[in-house]
């Protein structure tokens, strides 16, 4: 249950949660419960990021509606998430798509930035003159 820097952790259990995924990115020691899968990739093969974006693609709904259970105790078992298939193109190949990526995510933080500034501004407008 020990992490490792570019490890993927998906929540595997609970209605509403599982099926959340994120990249773990520190070093360190760090553990997990029971109730996170860690999802270690031979790196030769596959870019944690690229993974994480996929994964993102697929969607946390969509992951979490291929769990079992009920009465809120659904899971995400081991077999479930092996089942789950992400096309790898090369490294290389997979490097250009996290980078593009990437480059769209500072845009989004970006405009969301603006976005709050905007909402900032027209209240102050509305204040002045309200």
């Known amino acids: 249950r020990n992490l490792l820097k570019g490890d993927i952790l998906i929540n595997s259990t609970g209605v509403g949660t599982a099926g959340r995924v994120t990249l773990f990115e520190l070093y360190g020691d760090f553990v997990v419960d029971s109730h996170v899968t860690i999802v ?33 105790q659904i899971v ?39 976005l709050a500034n905007i909402a900032s501004e027209k209240n102050a407008i509305l204040k002045k003159y309200l």
Do not use: D, W
């Open 40 to 72: 270690r990739l031979n790196k030769e093969k596959a870019l944690p990021k690229f993974v994480l974006y996929s994964l993102a693609h697929i969607g946390f709904k969509n992951i979490e509606k291929m769990a079992v259970g009920q009465s809120g």
């Open 76 to 114: 995400l078992s081991l077999s479930i998430i092996n089942n789950i298939k992400i096309p790898l193109p090369s490294i290389t190949e997979q490097s250009k798509i996290v980078s593009e990526i990437e480059k769209i995510e500072i845009k989004i933080a970006e405009f969301t930035k603006q």
